[in-house]
C-alpha cells in the first residue's frame, strides 16, 4: 500500500480527506458526514526520513509522532483537507500547534478538529455528559468548516459498515489461528485500512486468499508443528520480524496489537445520537493504556484474550520511547509470569527491522524455550 497514492486516488474521486490520530477517532462520524478518514498510526516502512519533523520534536520521541509529522508536512501536505486528534500522550498533544503553524500557507484552510476525551471513570458526575457535548461540538465544528450536515440515518448506516469491517477482521484473524491465513497477509490488509475507505476496506478483507475457493486447508495437529504465540504491541513488529517468528516455528494465533485487535474489537450497535454512540464506544472500548481510564479491565482482558486462544507465550514489540508501553509491560509481564506465561519483550526502534540478527537470535531461543 502506498500511502500517498491511495490519498491522491481518493482526492481524484473528488472526496475530502481528513487526517486523524492517535488510534482510536469517530470514524464512523466522519465517514457519515461525506469525509474520507485515515488513521496516522504505524507509518513506518512509508516514511523513511524525518528531516522536517526533527525540528519540532526531541529525538527521543516515539516513531508514531515522528513519522505522522513527516508525512504531513511533507508528502501529505497539499492533499489533506482537515486534521482531526483527541488527548493521548503529551507528545500527540501537543502536535495540533505544530502542525497547524507549519501547514499554513496562502489559498489553503486546512480544518483542525479536536476533541477532548476525559480520562476518567464515567460514573465521575458530569463526565457523560461533558463528552456527548464534545461530540455535539464536533459535528457543529466539522459541519461549519466542510459545508455539510450531520444525518442521524446516515450515520447509522456508516456504523453498520464499520461493524462489518470488524466481523471480517475477527473472522479473518481466525482464520490466522486456524493455519488457513498467513498472518502477514493480515497484518498487511489491516494497517493498509488505515488508508481506504471503509467500503474498499471491506472488499480488500473479503478479497484474503482464506476466503476464497481454493484457500489453503489447515494440515492436521500431527502435522503441525508450529508453537502458537500471542503477540502484543502498540503496532505490529515489522515485516522482518514477522519473518523470524515464523521460521523459529512460531504461529501467531492471537493479537493485542493497539492498531490490530485493540481497534475493531468492541463496536456498539449503530444508534441514530452520535454522543450517545460514542460514549458507549468509548466506555465499552477494549482496554488500552492509551485510554487511561479502562486500566483496571486491561490485565483481564488481556488473559481473557490469551486463554481463548492456542498460544503457549507472549511476545511484546515494544514501540521504543512509547511511555504508554514501557509504564505496562513490567505489570504485564509479572501477572503472567505468576501464570507460568513464558514472555518476551522485543524493543522496536525507529528504523524498523533493520539490524535483526540480535533480534532473529532472541526469537529463536524463545521458540525452544517453548518447545522445551
Same mark, same amino acid.
Given at each position: 500500500? !502506498?500511502?500517498?497514492?491511495?490519498?491522491?486516488?481518493?482526492?481524484?474521486?473528488?472526496?475530502?480527506?481528513?487526517?486523524?490520530?492517535?488510534?482510536?477517532?469517530?470514524?464512523?462520524?466522519?465517514?457519515?458526514?461525506?469525509?474520507?478518514?485515515?488513521?496516522?498510526?504505524?507509518?513506518?516502512?512509508?516514511?523513511?526520513?524525518?528531516?522536517?519533523?526533527?525540528?519540532?520534536?526531541?529525538?527521543?520521541?516515539?516513531?508514531?509522532?515522528?513519522?505522522?509529522?513527516?508525512?504531513?508536512?511533507?508528502?501529505?501536505?497539499?492533499?489533506? !483537507?482537515?486534521?482531526?486528534?483527541?488527548?493521548?500522550?503529551?507528545?500527540?498533544?501537543?502536535?495540533?500547534?505544530?502542525?497547524?503553524?507549519?501547514?499554513?500557507?496562502?489559498?489553503?484552510?486546512?480544518?483542525?478538529?479536536?476533541?477532548?476525551?476525559?480520562?476518567?471513570?464515567?460514573?465521575?458526575?458530569?463526565?457523560?455528559?461533558?463528552?456527548?457535548?464534545?461530540?455535539?461540538?464536533?459535528?457543529?465544528?466539522?459541519?461549519?468548516?466542510?459545508?455539510?450536515?450531520?444525518?442521524?440515518?446516515?450515520?447509522?448506516?456508516?456504523?453498520?459498515?464499520?461493524?462489518?469491517?470488524?466481523?471480517?477482521?475477527?473472522?479473518?484473524?481466525?482464520?490466522?489461528?486456524?493455519?488457513?491465513?498467513?498472518?502477514?497477509?493480515?497484518?498487511?490488509?489491516?494497517?493498509?485500512?488505515? *488508508?481506504?475507505?471503509?467500503?474498499?476496506?471491506?472488499?480488500?478483507?473479503?478479497?484474503?486468499?482464506?476466503?476464497?475457493? &481454493?484457500?489453503?486447508?489447515?494440515?492436521?495437529?500431527?502435522?503441525?508443528?508450529?508453537?502458537?504465540?500471542?503477540?502484543?504491541?502498540?503496532?505490529?513488529?515489522?515485516?522482518?520480524?514477522?519473518?523470524?517468528?515464523?521460521?523459529?516455528?512460531?504461529?501467531?494465533?492471537?493479537?493485542?496489537?493497539?492498531?490490530?485487535?485493540?481497534?475493531?474489537?468492541?463496536?456498539?450497535?449503530?444508534?441514530?445520537?452520535?454522543?450517545?454512540?460514542?460514549?458507549? *464506544?468509548?466506555?465499552?472500548?477494549?482496554?488500552?493504556?492509551?485510554?487511561?481510564?479502562?486500566?483496571?479491565?486491561?490485565?483481564?482482558?488481556?488473559?481473557?484474550?490469551?486463554?481463548?486462544?492456542?498460544?503457549? &507465550?507472549?511476545?511484546?514489540?515494544?514501540?521504543?520511547?512509547?511511555?504508554?508501553?514501557? *509504564?505496562?509491560?513490567? *505489570?504485564?509481564?509479572?501477572?503472567?509470569?505468576?501464570?507460568?506465561?513464558?514472555?518476551?519483550?522485543?524493543?522496536?526502534?525507529?528504523?524498523?527491522?533493520?539490524?535483526?540478527?540480535?533480534?532473529?537470535?532472541?526469537?529463536?531461543?524463545?521458540?525452544?524455550?517453548?518447545?522445551?
Amino acid at each position: 500500500m !502506498d500511502p500517498v497514492g491511495q490519498i491522491r486516488m481518493h482526492k481524484d474521486q473528488g472526496r475530502t480527506i481528513i487526517a486523524c490520530f492517535p488510534l482510536y477517532p469517530p470514524l464512523a462520524l466522519l465517514h457519515s458526514m461525506g469525509l474520507v478518514p485515515i488513521v496516522l498510526w504505524g507509518l513506518k516502512g512509508h516514511v523513511s526520513r524525518t528531516e522536517a519533523a526533527d525540528p519540532h520534536l526531541p529525538a527521543y520521541t516515539c516513531s508514531v509522532a515522528r513519522h505522522l509529522a513527516e508525512f504531513l508536512l511533507t508528502d501529505a501536505r497539499e492533499l489533506i !483537507d482537515g486534521i482531526f486528534m483527541y488527548n493521548a500522550c503529551d507528545t500527540l498533544r501537543n502536535m495540533p500547534e505544530i502542525l497547524a503553524d507549519e501547514m499554513r500557507s496562502p489559498g489553503r484552510n486546512v480544518g483542525f478538529f479536536r476533541m477532548h476525551l476525559p480520562m476518567t471513570n464515567r460514573d465521575k458526575a458530569g463526565a457523560a455528559e461533558y463528552f456527548e457535548n464534545e461530540i455535539k461540538a464536533l459535528v457543529r465544528d466539522l459541519s461549519r468548516h466542510f459545508g455539510v450536515r450531520f444525518s442521524p440515518e446516515r450515520f447509522q448506516a456508516s456504523v453498520s459498515l464499520y461493524q462489518r469491517m470488524q466481523r471480517l477482521a475477527i473472522d479473518a484473524m481466525d482464520r490466522v489461528a486456524a493455519g488457513i491465513l498467513a498472518f502477514s497477509d493480515f497484518e498487511r490488509v489491516m494497517q493498509a485500512g488505515a *488508508f481506504l475507505s471503509v467500503e474498499d476496506h471491506i472488499q480488500a478483507i473479503a478479497a484474503l486468499p482464506a476466503f476464497g475457493e &481454493g484457500r489453503r486447508v489447515r494440515r492436521p495437529p500431527s502435522e503441525d508443528s508450529s508453537i502458537g504465540v500471542m503477540i502484543s504491541g502498540i503496532l505490529p513488529p515489522p515485516a522482518s520480524m514477522i519473518a523470524a517468528v515464523e521460521s523459529a516455528g512460531l504461529r501467531i494465533v492471537a493479537d493485542d496489537v493497539a492498531s490490530l485487535y485493540r481497534s475493531y474489537a468492541v463496536m456498539p450497535d449503530p444508534r441514530p445520537d452520535p454522543g450517545e454512540y460514542y460514549r458507549i *464506544f468509548y466506555d465499552d472500548h477494549y482496554p488500552c493504556p492509551t485510554l487511561l481510564y479502562t486500566g483496571d479491565r486491561r490485565i483481564s482482558a488481556f488473559l481473557s484474550r490469551f486463554a481463548q486462544s492456542s498460544a503457549r &507465550g507472549v511476545i511484546f514489540f515494544g514501540e521504543k520511547f512509547c511511555e504508554y508501553e514501557y *509504564f505496562e509491560f513490567p *505489570f504485564l509481564k509479572k501477572k503472567l509470569a505468576e501464570k507460568g506465561i513464558p514472555v518476551l519483550e522485543i524493543d522496536v526502534s525507529i528504523d524498523g527491522g533493520r539490524h535483526m540478527a540480535a533480534h532473529d537470535s532472541r526469537i529463536a531461543a524463545f521458540a525452544e524455550m517453548l518447545r522445551q
